[in-house]
T-cell receptor, first 114, second 113 residues
Framework: GQQLNQSPQSMFIQEGEDVSMNCTSS?????WLWYKQDPGEGPVLLIA?????ELTSNGRLTAQFGITRKDSFLNISASIPSDVGIYFC??????????????FGTGTLLAVQP | SQTIHQWPATLVQPVGSPLSLECTVE??????LYWYRQAAGRGLQLLFY??????ISSEVPQNLSASRPQDRQFILSSKKLLLSDSGFYLC????????????FGSGTRLTVV
């Protein structure tokens, strides 16, 4: 199935560093979402973006909906060990129909060295 | 509030044995339901989705099937497991029309030996 291009694939950083990851698509979306998956768990929604150009923060996390509607990025400031996990972007093209399937990115594996 | 339950959490099955994974959602009605597989802890592959009882859409041809016998119950099955069926299986739900994103269950780790 279709997937979004997400980069980088993995990051190994020191505690306290800032992190940036992004997601690009060949098609437009009207919603971008960022999920985090802890090891052995299901993904959990972090941030949802609804409008092109929108910049939204959730604590140390900041995400932006690209102006072209084909990309999004996620920043994590001052990383801590519990930020470890896999981060997924997801695009959704919401219409009036019954299904509004999410298209997921390939994931970014984040490892934080204390 | 809505909750999603998925079981079992882990499963080890021999090659050729049948499979049944169950997912139920509480606190909502007529949800969209999804089965994903995640291999090697990376990408999420959509296997099946359902917009209503008895309505199943398959995203990829494979050794698995899905059923939705009740409004809030979604079952993933196989008659004969293959080694390649090993992986982390995730169930998810979303509100039918309009709501943002999916809510995932805690997953089932399946190892076929």
């Amino acid at each position: 199935g279709q997937q979004l291009n997400q980069s980088p694939q993995s990051m190994f950083i020191q505690e306290g560093e800032d992190v940036s990851m992004n997601c690009t698509s060949s098609s437009i979306f009207n919603t971008w979402l960022w999920y985090k998956q802890d090891p052995g768990e299901g993904p959990v929604l972090l941030i949802a973006l609804y409008k092109a150009g929108e910049l939204t923060s959730n604590g140390r996390l900041t995400a932006q909906f690209g102006i072209t509607r084909k990309d999004s990025f996620l920043n994590i400031s001052a990383s801590i060990p519990s930020d470890v996990g896999i981060y997924f972007c997801a695009g959704q093209l919401r219409r009036g129909g019954a299904t509004n399937k999410l298209i997921f990115g390939t994931g970014t594996l984040l490892a934080v060295q204390p | 509030s809505q909750t999603i339950h998925q079981w079992p959490a882990t499963l080890v099955q021999p090659v050729g044995s049948p499979l049944s994974l169950e997912c139920t959602v509480e606190g909502t009605s007529n949800p969209n339901l999804y089965w994903y597989r995640q291999a090697a802890g990376r990408g999420l592959q959509l296997l099946f989705y359902s917009v209503g009882i008895g309505q199943i859409s398959s995203e990829v041809p494979q050794n698995l099937s899905a059923s939705r016998p009740q409004d809030r119950q979604f079952i993933l099955s196989s008659k004969k497991l293959l080694l390649s069926d090993s992986g982390f299986y995730l169930c998810a739900w979303s509100v039918n029309q309009g709501e943002i994103g999916y809510t995932f269950g805690s997953g089932t780790r399946l190892t076929v030996v």
